[in-house]
């Protein structure tokens, strides 16, 4: 079991907190040179892996599928991309983070502004028992012990459905990607810029398999497009929702939520394979993040290694731990602890 410090963190003198500050405040920065080779090593192999996967359709239909992980994997990578330019960290430019955004949404069907403003939530309020209803979805959020065994039985049966892993890791993804993203239900209306976002992004879209169809034919488009965009679903959501829900996560109440903790305590570090580390960008890095979202990802690994020394107390998640991961789902708060659906004994009848 993975156990981390229940106390406040840093619980050391302000001089440790200064320290570790001054560290993040040193790796904020963008590098161009770093941001324009992040570009080139991930977007030119992508477009050359869509191209060979057109191209050798009609010679080999399963060389062609083979290569949708790693195109796929690729497309994480362009989400992580467009994340950082959300956050103002991938180019000191302003315009330059948004136009690059946007672009990066036509490959990630992500609305860019819409999704950048439900994110900021998100960092507003995470591992916040108290404001879980702001910036929060079934993947970042959790319900109380208390709170589930509080619910009928048909509410805990379809609670407990649709955080199954069939439905959350492998159904669920690829229709937020596919149609839940197309649709802004969850934006409220005074969000117009936000409205927008969505609006151009799916007319970009509709313009571009347009064009891909009229070119190459809509089953070519189909067969290659489609279990790209699935399995690059399936890869980020399953990234994303051990990002904050693992054995070891902490949770807390508003009076005793600090970032600082929420984001030592409460957030991932990710040790992944190299390999994948570099498809998903550096996020498992996520401890970091929190704590100093505009490090870009290039410069999140340095920048944990540099406060190593300070940060000795947070453990890492390993790949099998972080696969575990989805399965504890819910907040005990009479044990201080993350639990899974199956360590609970529920009560016969709940009044």
């Known amino acids: 079991m993975i156990s981390r410090c229940r106390q406040s963190w840093p619980n050391e003198a302000e001089s440790h907190k200064h320290a570790l500050r001054t560290i993040l405040v040193a790796h904020q920065a963008p590098v161009l040179g770093h941001s324009l080779g992040q570009m080139a090593s991930t977007f030119l192999p992508f477009f050359g892996l869509m191209a060979a996967m057109y191209t050798i359709r009609d010679i080999s239909v399963w060389l062609s599928l083979a ?53 900021a939530n998100h960092h507003a309020v995470w591992n916040n028992l ?77 313009a571009l398999f347009t064009v891909l169809t009229l070119l190459l034919g809509a089953g070519p488009v189909a067969l290659v497009q489609l279990p790209t965009i699935v399995i690059a679903a ?25 970032a600082t903790d929420a984001a030592l ?17 550096n996020i498992g890095f996520h401890h970091i993040h929190h704590l100093m979202p505009r490090v870009p990802n290039y410069r999140l690994e340095d920048c944990h290694r540099a406060c190593a020394a300070l940060l000795s107390a947070v453990p890492p998640l390993t790949l099998m731990e972080a696969l575990r991961a989805p399965a504890y789902a819910l907040w005990d708060e009479e044990k201080a602890r993350m639990v899974r659906f199956t360590d609970l004994r529920i009560p016969a009848r709940v009044r």
Request: proline content about 5%; overall charge positive; glycine content about 6%.
């Open 67 to 119: 290569l949708t992980v790693p195109t796929a994997g690729l497309i994480v990578r362009i989400f992580i991309i467009q994340h950082d330019c959300g956050h103002g960290a991938f180019f000191r430019s302003r315009k330059a983070n948004e136009w690059l955004g946007r672009f990066c949404s036509l490959i990630t069907m992500t609305p860019y502004a819409n999704w950048r403003r439900q994110h």
């Open 130 to 206: 108290d404001r879980r209803s702001a910036g929060a979805d079934i993947y970042s959020t959790c319900l109380t012990v208390v709170e589930f065994q509080a619910l009928p039985a048909l509410g805990r049966w379809w609670h407990r459905v649709v955080r199954h892993t069939l439905i959350a890791q492998l159904l669920l993804p690829p229709m937020v990607f596919l149609l839940l993203y197309r649709i802004p239900f969850d934006t409220p209306k005074a969000w117009r810029r936000e409205w927008a976002s969505v609006f151009l992004t799916n007319l970009g879209l509709a």
């Open 234 to 258: 399936i890869l980020g959501v399953w990234i994303f929702s051990v990002q904050h829900r693992f054995e070891g996560a902490v949770w807390s109440r508003q009076k005793e939520w600090s």
């Open 265 to 281: 305590l409460g957030s991932s570090y990710l040790k992944l394979p190299r390999i994948v580390q570099w498809f998903s960008g």
